[in-house]
């Protein structure tokens, strides 16, 4: 084979066989076709079958990934003892590919996703990687790509992966723990080692996703069989996964809170009046509830990645978006223009901010009058239109998402949340732009009362802790502190 399996398209005629897996607690051996220019072609090699074998399966509603995965035994066994979990059958060559997509077919584990590196969204995270690692591609080149896949994992995610014991797999094990992945030894068979690589325990829990019955709602109300592939970034509240049936893939959420039954269902018309608009977001495929509190939404999956930066163009397409707003009046049981006023007209004047924050506090109250008048109030206002919502695909914009918290107000709410998300970063024409767009869509008044709620509530957010007494920073605190000020500082700029 002469190394060939690492290649994209490995030389030679590609010669088939048929070989034998093993799978735990079925009575026949599976059998699948290999080729030559592909890893284990002669056999499923004595390392892949310690990981199946020793390596606990996917647990229900998990994204996973088969790394390298040749043609497919660790994929297809995985995939056929878990239905309820997506496995990703990632590989960089070609041939390898083609092999597990048909392996996969024949077994009947219609869960497994093939696909070269590239392909797997940049945004995805999951929760349990298995690998034989492609030793012959050189420890360097090997270190970096496991490094890099395993940065994915999700918070409580895992790995197995298996070595040759004569090939490095105790420098591979002191290797992982000095690279900041706690792992340990989970089997040593047939002079193979199975390392099990853990999180950090420093890291927060990622919030619960779909259960097994949460899914079945989920197909019942789309009328599809879907499979959870992974996480996707974000979510600090909420869980978001993608699903993928077939070729197609949809984004589902879950929301917390009772409310949230009539939001979702009011979201399903806007979304649908934006898009007949032109506005770029993704349909609503189905919500609906999985029990008293927990309710899910369903969308379409927009390819494309969080815009890295406050790319100039993709700011004004995202200007343009929101011009859009104006033709959309959503019924007025969210009001974000009545939350602003009421928030600004509430306690916030006695709040006692942290001393290094009291000045630009002072500053931002100084830009309203008090009380603060009714701001307009009939326009689509998304709520948190922000940089890290937009979506971009060869330097375009391509999606604004996360739309669920909308409401009513007035335009220059989602502007000014954009010019804050971006203040510091993007160039000062683009800063001058948004500004004035800011103030196009409503007036001077308005555009300062939005620009005072965003500081406040920046400043609120980092809460009133200071140093602990004892020299320390709060666990970051003051770095926090820095970064919000310099914000606020610009953002006053502007409105001065």
Sequence with gaps: ????????????????RVVSLDVPGREQPIPLVSAEGVFGAQRVDRGTSVLIRNAPIPAPCTGVVDLGCGYGPIAVSMGMRQPDAGLWAVDVNRRALALTARNAASAGAHNVVVAEP??????????????????????????????????????????????????????????????????????????????????????????????????RTVNRATGRAWNVLGRLVGGRSDSVQLLGSGDDRAVVK?????????QLAALESTVAALRAAGYPTPPVLAHGALDEERHFL???????????????????????????HADVRPRPERDWSAMITLFLNGGITEHEFHPSLSGLAAQALALVPHPVPALPSTEFVHGDFTIANLLSRNGA????????????????IDLTSLLASVIGTAPAAAVESLARAAIAAS?????????????????????VEGDGGDGSDGGGVAARIAEVSERARLLLAVAD
């Design 1 to 16: 084979m002469g190394g060939e399996y690492w290649r994209a398209e490995p030389d030679g005629p590609a010669r088939e």
């Design 118 to 215: 590239e392909a797997v969204p940049a945004a995805l995270r999951f929760d349990r990687i298995y690998s034989h690692p492609p030793i012959k591609i050189g420890r360097s080149s090997m270190h970096e790509l496991l490094d890099g896949w395993l940065r994915r994992l999700s918070h409580g995610g895992d790995a197995y992966l298996v070595i040759k014991q004569s090939m490095g797999a105790d420098a591979l094990h002191s290797w992982l723990n000095d690279t900041g992945f706690p792992a340990r030894r989970a089997a040593s068979k047939q002079g193979y080692r199975l390392l099990h690589v853990s999180e950090n325990d420093a890291m927060r829990q990622q919030p619960a996703g779909l259960t097994s019955d949460d899914l």
């Design 254 to 262: 879950i929301k917390h809170g009772t409310w949230w039954g009539p």
């Design 298 to 324: 369903v969308t379409g999956f927009e390819v494309g990645s969080d815009a890295a930066g406050p790319d100039a163009d993709v700011l004004a397409q995202a200007v343009a978006a929101i011009e859009l």
């Design 397 to 412: 914009l391509s999606a604004v998402v996360d739309l669920e918290g909308f409401g009513r107000g007035t335009r220059t």
């Design 443 to 463: 007036d001077v008044a308005t555009f300062r009362t939005c620009v005072a709620h965003r500081v406040l509530a920046s400043l609120l957010a980092v809460g």
